[in-house]
């Protein structure tokens, strides 16, 4: 997509962040936490999401099903401390570890707080900060959006899957926008399609009031449908996307922004790693025995480690 587009924070648009997902085929890593605050790069997926939304709408929304306390507690923190970087320190994720995985027993949006920008550009434009806690059931893609109906009140919504890693730029995609029509935005040539890598997609209010707030998703409750009658502004954008839904993915996420270079939660990329550790992600809190040589792992704060094989290969940077 290019360089930066300097636009106001839409007023019309909310950001959507959709993190409710179970996270099935990253198992075993999803034991310990939501497959959102996975680290990529040192942080959480979550982090990179909120970044790419906040100066471009000025309010965010973060839908939640599974493991909502930790869920919770982060957005919590990243009111807080974002702006540095990296995550919360290791007592934090030892702190939910070993917790069984729970379920919210009902539905509510509450207000977490607000979120700065983050990086050099601060002090910058900031975002109010909300939770969509799905209960008794996670709702997809569409019934998250549906159910929002009477919080967005006649404004759309800009979405982004936060277990998708990007370098697009979402204030092109908005400027890109026809203001009419629902759009997905994908990476790669061609058009819309099945299976499409998708970057992000804005549904316009007269979209959002037809959406169930039941479970659905967008696919085939919507833009199937909308892009057979031509009703679907279809926007490619040049940006590698890594669907980190699997721990090979993942892996290959993490060796892409860190330049095939370890990855350590919570450290700044290109960090020393521990001697004998190539091609891995460390979770903060991780232990690493002294002679121990890994390969293409992946270890977590309570000790699981997987190995991935084949590992990936990868070129460039995600992010």
């Not at 030892?94 to 607000?114: C, K, N, Q």
């Not at 997609?201 to 009658?229: D, K, Q």
């Not at 669907?243 to 090979?248: E, L, S």
């Not at 290109?270 to 890994?294: D, K, Q």
């Amino acid at each position: 997509m290019g360089d930066s587009v300097a636009v106001a924070a839409r007023s019309d648009l909310v950001g959507v962040a959709l993190a409710a997902g179970a996270g099935r085929r990253l198992w075993p890593l999803t034991l310990e936490r939501p497959k959102v605050l996975c680290p990529v790069g040192g942080r959480p997926l979550l982090g990179w999401a909120l970044d790419s939304l906040v100066g471009v709408v000025d309010e965010v929304v973060v839908n939640v099903h599974h493991h909502p306390a930790v869920m919770l507690a982060w957005l919590e923190w990243a009111c807080g401390g974002r702006a540095g970087g990296g995550g919360p320190p290791a007592d934090f994720w030892r702190s939910f570890a070993s917790r069984p995985p729970e379920l919210p027993t009902g539905a509510e949006v509450t207000r977490i707080g607000t979120l700065p920008v983050r990086g050099p550009a601060a002090p910058g434009p900031e975002a109010d900060l909300w939770a969509s806690i799905e209960g008794p059931e996670a709702l997809g893609t569409a019934g998250a959006l549906g159910s929002l109906a009477g919080f967005l009140d006649g404004r759309g919504v800009l979405a982004v899957n936060a277990d998708t890693l990007t370098n697009a730029n979402l204030a092109q995609v908005v400027a890109a926008w026809d203001g009419e029509r629902p759009l997905v935005a994908h990476g790669g040539p061609g058009g819309f399609r099945p299976g499409v890598d998708v970057v992000a997609s804005i549904t316009p209010w007269e979209s959002i009031v037809g959406l169930p707030a039941t479970s659905s998703g967008l696919f085939g409750h919507f833009w199937r449908n909308a892009e057979t009658s031509g009703a679907l502004q279809s926007l490619s954008v040049d940006t590698r996307v890594f669907d980190c839904g699997t721990p090979q993915r993942y892996l290959a996420a993490n060796l892409a922004v860190a330049g095939g270079l370890t990855s350590m939660e919570g450290q700044p990329i290109a960090t020393p790693s521990p001697v004998g550790l190539t091609r891995s992600v460390l979770w903060s809190g991780a232990e690493v025995i002294e002679g121990e040589v890994l390969d293409g792992a992946i270890r977590t704060t309570a000790g699981r480690t997987v190995l991935v094989r084949p590992v990936p290969t990868v070129a460039g940077h995600a992010a």
